[in-house]
C-alpha cells in the first residue's frame, strides 16, 4: 500500500502560509475588503509556476488529510498547522525520527484498519449472496448447475447452443443483489461480442445452456464470478445477477469444424 501521509514541509508550507497569516491577524482590525481573497500577480514564468505548485499540495494535502477520516481516523488540522508553525520556529517538538516513526505508524494503523473494513464488508456481502441465492433457487423455474450456477428461462427458444470456443454476441444487463447495476450493454446501445472462454466461469458455464433467440437470468455466486477481488463495481464476494440475450454466434461453423 502507498504511504498516504509522505507530505514534505515544503507542501504544507506552501497550503497552510494563508491560514497562519489569518490567524495571526486581528479579528477586529479585518475589514470586507481585506477578508476577500487578493488578487495575485505573476510576474515571472517562476511565480507561476510557485503558485502552480502551492495549488497542487494544497489538493494533495487536503485528501491526505481527508480521506482517512472516511475510515475513522480524524487528523486534527489545527495540529498539522502548529507542527508548522513550531519548524519555522524552530522549536519542532518530534525529531526527525520521531516524526518518522509517527507517521509509519499512522500508514501502519491506516492500513490495518482499511483491511479490517474490506474483510468486514467481504463477509457481509458473501452472507447477503447466500441468502439471496437460496432466495431465487426456491423461485419457479429455476435450474442449479453442479458448480452452483442458477439460471432461470426468461424467453425460451429453439436456436443452436454456443460451445465454450465460440465466440458470441449478446445484449446483457448486470446488478449486484441490492440491485445496483454495474453493466449494461442496453445502456452502450450495442451488443457485446467476445469469447465465451475468456469471460468469468459462470458465463462460460451458463451462455452455453442457451439457445440462439433465448434470454436468461443467472445468478453467479463469487466463486464463478470474481472472487474475493474487490473493485469499485464490484465488491469482494458479490454475487452478481445477469439477464442476458444471446442474439447469435459468430463463428459456429468456423469453431465446429
Known amino acids: 500500500m502507498k504511504s498516504l501521509f509522505k507530505v514534505s514541509l515544503l507542501a504544507a508550507t506552501v ?36 503558485y502552480a505548485i502551492g495549488v497542487s499540495f494544497a489538493n ?22 502548529q507542527g508548522i508553525q513550531h519548524v519555522f520556529a524552530g522549536k519542532a517538538e518530534l525529531t526527525e525520527e520521531d516524526t518518522r516513526a509517527a507517521l509509519e505508524a499512522l500508514d501502519k494503523r491506516v492500513a490495518e484498519t482499511m483491511q479490517a473494513k474490506a474483510a468486514e464488508k467481504a463477509a457481509a456481502n458473501k452472507e447477503a449472496g447466500e441468502k439471496f441465492r437460496s432466495e431465487f433457487e426456491a423461485q419457479e423455474g429455476v435450474k442449479k448447475t453442479e458448480s452452483g450456477l442458477l439460471y432461470q428461462v426468461i424467453t425460451p427458444a429453439q436456436g443452436d447452443q454456443p460451445k465454450e470456443t465460440d465466440t458470441v454476441q449478446v445484449h446483457y444487463k448486470g446488478t449486484l443483489t441490492d440491485g445496483t447495476q454495474f453493466d449494461s450493454s442496453y445502456d452502450r446501445g450495442e451488443p457485446a461480442t467476445f469469447p465465451l472462454n475468456r469471460v468469468i ?18 445468478v453467479i455466486p463469487p466463486e464463478l464470478a470474481y472472487g474475493e477481488q474487490d473493485t469499485p463495481t464490484i465488491p469482494a464476494n458479490s454475487t452478481l445477477v445477469f439477464e442476458v440475450e444471446l442474439l447469435k454466434i459468430e463463428n459456429g461453423d468456423a469453431a465446429a469444424q
Open 60 to 81: 494533495y494535502l487536503n485528501t491526505s488529510l481527508d480521506k482517512p477520516r472516511e475510515i475513522g481516523i480524524d487528523l486534527n488540522k489545527d495540529l498539522v498547522l
Open 15 to 50: 497550503i497552510l502560509a494563508v491560514g497562519c497569516q489569518k490567524d495571526e491577524a486581528p479579528k477586529a482590525e479585518a475589514t470586507p475588503a481585506a477578508q476577500e481573497q487578493q488578487a495575485v500577480t505573476f510576474k515571472t514564468d517562476d511565480d507561476k509556476a510557485a
Open 201 to 218: 466461469s459462470g458465463w462460460t458455464e451458463g451462455v452455453q445452456l442457451m439457445p440462439v433467440g433465448s434470454k436468461f437470468k443467472f
